[in-house]
């Protein structure tokens, strides 16, 4: 159907001739815009692809709004030809000339109308009609329009099988490289979590990958805050879990891995801290029968014996490392390693604590022997009351079994007799030095 009477004044040639220029180089862009959404990689696969949910039913709203796209592009074309050949008959147009053009550039057209999915009236509220009667002008809206529609579905999809297929892809390819792996270290669905994981993994990404392609636009969140055809981003999520569980899990398989190669020195590492660790109770033990021997105490604390326990784990992972089975023996080691530092750690502790009185009496007779020494240097090694309490206290700490308490008062009295000495002396030498300064 042509288009209908002009509303207005009739156009003069001046006018005709800018309009006609304005809608050339509408229908030039929106020809372009046609064609190249024709030939989008994404649209040529989804029109080749098994579609579901979400995709399909706005793929098939698409392919109506590219269907009626096309049919108004056809009417606006043939309408602005007829308007280019009146324009092109004479220089200058008769008034009969001016108002056909009038009526064509200004006057409306039958073009389809908000049957579209998603289509609405220039007035923003949903309608019904299935034909509506447009100025060439606003059909272009209505045009420019129906094409961010179809656009935006093209658009998105697209993004999401360029983004999402060829990762997951890959990803799969590096959970094969990680199965392998794991299967060379003993690590098995059925047998370890880590096998059970990689299984799952599978699977996830073998269902995401066809989920993907089937419907892409389940993946496809949109910007809220644009307005752009194909504004938005992939929806990664899933592919990111993944990723992050299979990295993971390729860490622990690395970790066997390192265990597999260095588990010998590790276990000679685990034999030498724990033979150790025996040595040194061993030394606990044969130091607490000295003490008990030279010292009269009773707070010698007793000395545990060997740690079987971790003898016989240190027994076990030596079986795993023979038998290959690195992903028991990975867990195996870590513990061990760390029990048994604590337990060199418990042994250097008992020793200690058992030898404590022997450093106790080693201190007293040092101090002892250490004011004797400086009473000697100011001649005052003669004296009856320091002698009498040195040899008290040195019968105390050289006798055995030895009473620390009363060897350690015996030490204290003589130090205050040794300090009561020499304070006074010394005082009256620097009262002598005084002296002869004057």
């Not at 008769?94 to 007035?123: N, W």
């Not at 299935?130 to 961010?148: I, K, P, Q």
């Not at 390693?337 to 337990?343: I, K, L, N, V, Y």
């Amino acid at each position: 159907m042509g288009p209908s009477g002009p509303t207005g004044p009739v156009m003069s040639r001046e006018e005709v001739d800018r309009a006609l220029a304005r809608l050339d180089a509408e229908h030039e862009a929106v020809e372009t815009s046609l064609l190249a959404l024709q030939d989008h990689a994404g649209r040529r696969l989804l029109e080749g692809a098994d579609l579901v949910g979400a995709t399909e039913r706005r793929w098939a709203e698409a392919e109506q709004v590219m269907t009626v796209l096309w049919t108004a592009f056809d009417t606006y074309t043939r309408t602005l030809h007829t308007a280019r050949e009146l324009r092109a008959r004479r220089r200058w147009p008769s008034r009969d000339d001016l108002s056909e053009l009038t009526g064509l550039l200004r006057g409306t057209l039958t073009v389809p109308g908000s049957a579209v999915p998603g289509g609405t009236v220039p007035g923003g509220t949903e309608s019904a009609r299935l034909t509506e009667e447009l100025t060439l002008s606003r059909l272009v809206e209505r045009m420019n329009g129906w094409y961010a529609q179809a656009l935006d579905v093209v658009a998105a999809a697209d993004s999401v099988w360029s983004a999402l297929p060829a990762r997951i892809d890959l990803l799969a390819a590096e959970l094969q490289r990680v199965r392998s792996l794991a299967h060379s270290v003993g690590v098995r669905p059925g047998e370890h979590p880590a096998g059970d994981d990689l299984d799952r993994i599978t699977g996830e990404l073998s269902t995401l990958r066809a989920e993907v392609l089937r419907d892409p636009l389940a993946f496809w969140t949109a910007d809220g805050g644009s307005s752009a055809p194909g504004g938005g981003r992939p929806d990664t999520s899933r592919y990111d879990s993944a990723a992050r569980a299979l990295e993971d899990i390729r860490r622990e398989i690395d970790a066997v891995l390192t265990v597999r190669q260095d588990a010998e020195q590790r276990l000679i590492s685990l034999r030498d801290i724990l033979s150790r660790a025996d040595r040194t109770l061993a030394e606990a033990r044969s130091a607490r029968g000295e003490v008990l021997a030279k010292i009269a105490a009773s707070e010698v604390p007793a000395v545990s014996g060997p740690p079987t326990a971790l003898q016989e784990q240190l027994a076990r992972a030596a079986d795993y490392r023979r038998h290959a089975q690195w992903h028991r023996l990975s867990p195996l080691l870590e513990s061990l390693e760390q029990r048994a530092e604590d337990e060199l750690d418990r042994a250097r502790a008992s020793l200690s604590a058992v030898t404590a009185p022997l450093a106790v009496r080693a201190e007293l007779r040092g101090r002892l022997d250490a004011y004797r020494a400086k009473v000697a240097q100011h001649g005052m090694a003669e004296d009856r009351v320091l002698m009498e309490r040195y040899d008290l206290a040195r019968r105390m700490l050289w006798s055995a079994p030895c009473d620390l308490r009363a060897a350690e008062d015996a030490v204290l009295r003589y130090q205050q007799a040794a300090q009561e000495v020499l304070v006074p002396r010394q005082g009256g030498a620097a009262h002598a030095d005084r002296r002869g300064d004057s």
